[in-house]
Every structure is written in C-alpha cells, then in structure tokens.
C-alpha cells in the first residue's frame, strides 16, 4: 500500500473517528454477475500496510463485517504495482432481497467490477 494512498484514505474518512478496524478488498469473485467471495485483509491502523494479508472470504463473512460497523475499502492496482484507496464498500440489497456488495461512491475505473478477479 502507499501513503498517497494513506492520505486519501484519512480525508475520506476525516468526517468520523479513523476506524479502529479497517479491511480492505483486493480482488473479487462472481457466481453469474453476483460477487460470491472476495480477497479481503485487515489494514493496519495507519492505513501504510496489512496486519491480516487478504485471504479468500465469503460476501457473507465481509457483509458481517460491515454490518458489525467495520470499515472496508476496495483497494485498486496501480501501474506501479501498489495499491491505491478506493471508496468504502457497503452492503447493497437487490430487488428479490439479496444482499450484494457495492462502493459508497463509483467513478469510472473504480467499480467493483475494475478490481481484479480470482
């Protein structure tokens, strides 16, 4: 991870408290056009590296995770082979009542959907 990347993850949160556990996503895996399982770790609190590198963890466990009032970001590859913040990640509900991941804020080249795949 990078400390430009530390910066904008301190004033994307400088609203609230910095979290006092932090995940992020690095990777995603569908079933169709759903996400199943993510690569998801434990940030650091100082936002410059991993205390629980990302490991294969089911939408399941990440949706426990934020529903338990943790933080998780989608981390994106650079061209320089660091990651860069992205947007926090929050639980979505689809029309039949499914629960689904999706970012607070997209822009293009940061959806869920330009994170790599596993």
């Not at 979505?92 to 499914?98: A, S």
């Amino acid at each position: 991870m990078e400390s430009q990347r530390a910066s904008a993850a301190l004033a994307a949160i400088a609203a609230g408290a910095i979290p006092s556990v932090a995940y992020g996503i690095t990777a995603v895996r569908y079933e169709g056009s759903q996400v199943c399982e993510v690569m998801m770790g434990m940030i650091d609190p100082s936002l410059e590296h991993w205390d629980l590198r990302p490991a294969p963890t089911r939408l399941v466990e990440v949706v426990d995770r934020l529903v338990e009032g943790d933080t998780v970001f989608a981390l994106f590859p650079t061209e320089r082979g660091t990651l860069a913040m992205g947007p926090q990640v929050k639980v979505d509900v689809l029309p039949e009542g499914t629960e689904t991941l999706a970012l607070a804020e997209e822009k293009p080249g940061r959806r869920l959907t330009d994170l790599p795949r596993f």
